[in-house]
């Protein structure tokens, strides 16, 4: 098996461990729980970006009728497909920094109802 395999299965296995483990006393996330949960789910955004275009239409639909969650949803999809990717892949990039999620609902199946949005940038925990 390849060093780099290696460093990658041990690095997903790592983002994968559950971030109570690494609690310090006063309840806040330790250093490696931070960029391990932080690494995890910009591995998820980056993968499931494509799962925002059927989510965006299915809001809009909700809030708005069928016709414009057909065409206004399918453009906000497309929008918030390549949003949640791109952050998603910003996110792997620059695990080692601390921040908080850019992208709320932080995982696309967080809360399926909620509209996504942005912001936040570049907040430290």
């Known amino acids: 098996m390849s060093k780099t395999l290696k460093a990658l299965?041990?690095?997903?296995?790592?983002a994968l461990c559950p971030a109570a483990a690494h609690a310090d006393e006063d309840g806040g996330l330790s250093y490696?729980?931070?960029i391990g949960g932080k690494l995890g789910i910009g591995l998820m955004n980056a993968?499931?970006?494509?799962?925002?275009?059927p989510k965006s239409m299915m809001v809009e639909s909700s809030k708005e009728g069928i016709a414009m969650g057909l065409s206004v949803?399918?453009?906000?999809?497309?929008t918030n497909m390549l949003g949640r990717s791109?952050?998603?892949m910003l996110d792997v990039v620059s695990f080692p920094l601390p921040t908080k999620p850019m992208i709320t609902p932080a995982v696309v199946f967080q809360?399926?109802?909620?509209e996504t949005t942005y912001g936040n940038g570049w907040e430290t925990y």
């Open 86 to 88: 791109f952050f998603g």
């Open 9 to 14: 299965l041990f690095t997903g296995l790592f």
């Open 32 to 34: 490696p729980a931070r």
């Open 111 to 114: 809360d399926f109802a909620e």
């Open 47 to 53: 993968s499931t970006g494509i799962i925002e275009l």
């Open 73 to 78: 949803g399918f453009i906000k999809g497309l």
